[in-house]
């Protein structure tokens, strides 16, 4: 008995020493554990993402659907974006800063307010021509589907909603002051209709994506600038 006590105190010892040198050691060298790195394009998952609610709405997509879609695992998804609801938020806020992005890189081939303008609306009527699923705009697919119920996803309709107006409505003000627009409204009524006329454009397309119909449209909207 003596010999297997003296033994067992032994061994308890020899595992207690070890612990604390390997304690001292992470101490010492600050040991920590590799981060875990992301084996992803996150804003090609976005895109897939955003793809899928377009197609599904977001009631429609399932996290088995987002799984398939963007290839990553549900661990993944929920490391990386908390959970499905966080992938949405995140997959239409890069739609938007998509969509803003590339209506600056539009206004941005001419110096004329009013031409900006027109490019924009002319950059809509290529983009729901190239729908040709007819999946519409996403953003304006969700506040419609969940902006009554979902605070989070109201608060980015409107966030979107107010920076088109206010981006309208700063061309409206530099036309109006270098004579290329016309005065009978404010910039903030214009930057309003031009926002609500966009928008009316784009259901209009979803339905009819007719070229000479969007023109027609457009060039009667745009119409309420022109100076007489």
Same mark, same amino acid.
């Given at each position: 008995?003596?010999?297997?006590?003296?033994?067992?105190? &032994?061994?308890? &010892?020899?595992?207690?020493?070890?612990?604390?040198?390997?304690?001292?050691?992470?101490?010492?060298?600050?040991?920590?554990?590799?981060?875990k790195?992301?084996q992803?394009?996150?804003?090609?998952?976005?895109?897939?993402?955003?793809?899928?609610f377009?197609?599904?709405?977001?009631?429609?997509?399932?996290?088995?659907?987002?799984?398939?879609?963007?290839?990553l695992?549900?661990?993944?998804?929920?490391?990386?974006?908390?959970?499905?609801?966080?992938l949405?938020?995140?997959?239409?806020?890069?739609?938007?800063?998509?969509?803003?992005?590339?209506?600056?890189?539009?206004?941005?081939?001419?110096?004329?307010?009013?031409?900006?303008?027109?490019?924009? &609306?002319d950059?809509?009527?290529?983009n729901?021509?190239?729908?040709?699923?007819?999946?519409g705009?996403?953003?304006?697919?969700?506040?419609?589907e969940?902006?009554a119920?979902d605070?989070e996803?109201?608060?980015?309709?409107?966030?979107n909603?107010?920076d088109?107006?206010?981006?309208?409505?700063?061309?409206?003000?530099?036309?109006?002051?270098?004579?290329?627009?016309?005065?009978? &409204?404010?910039?903030?009524?214009?930057?309003?209709?031009?926002?609500?006329?966009?928008i009316?454009?784009?259901?209009?397309?979803?339905?009819?994506?007719?070229?000479?119909?969007?023109?027609?449209?457009?060039k009667?909207a745009?119409?309420?600038l022109d100076?007489?």
């Amino acid at each position: 008995m003596k010999i297997l006590s003296w033994t067992f105190h &032994f061994l308890f &010892f020899h595992f207690y020493f070890l612990i604390s040198f390997v304690v001292i050691l992470e101490q010492r060298f600050q040991i920590h554990p590799m981060p875990k790195t992301k084996q992803f394009d996150e804003n090609e998952v976005l895109m897939k993402a955003k793809e899928l609610f377009s197609e599904k709405g977001y009631n429609g997509t399932s996290m088995d659907d987002l799984v398939q879609a963007t290839g990553l695992s549900r661990s993944s998804i929920y490391d990386t974006f908390g959970d499905k609801h966080g992938l949405f938020l995140k997959s239409l806020n890069h739609y938007r800063n998509s969509q803003q992005g590339d209506m600056e890189k539009q206004c941005a081939k001419t110096d004329s307010p009013k031409k900006k303008i027109r490019s924009i &609306f002319d950059y809509t009527i290529k983009n729901i021509l190239s729908d040709k699923d007819r999946k519409g705009c996403l953003l304006i697919n969700v506040s419609m589907e969940l902006s009554a119920v979902d605070k989070e996803v109201a608060a980015v309709s409107l966030s979107n909603m107010e920076d088109m107006e206010q981006i309208f409505g700063s061309l409206v003000k530099e036309g109006q002051s270098k004579g290329e627009i016309s005065k009978k &409204f404010t910039p903030k009524a214009l930057g309003r209709y031009l926002y609500s006329s966009l928008i009316g454009l784009r259901v209009t397309g979803m339905n009819r994506p007719d070229i000479d119909t969007l023109r027609e449209i457009v060039k009667l909207a745009l119409s309420i600038l022109d100076v007489e």
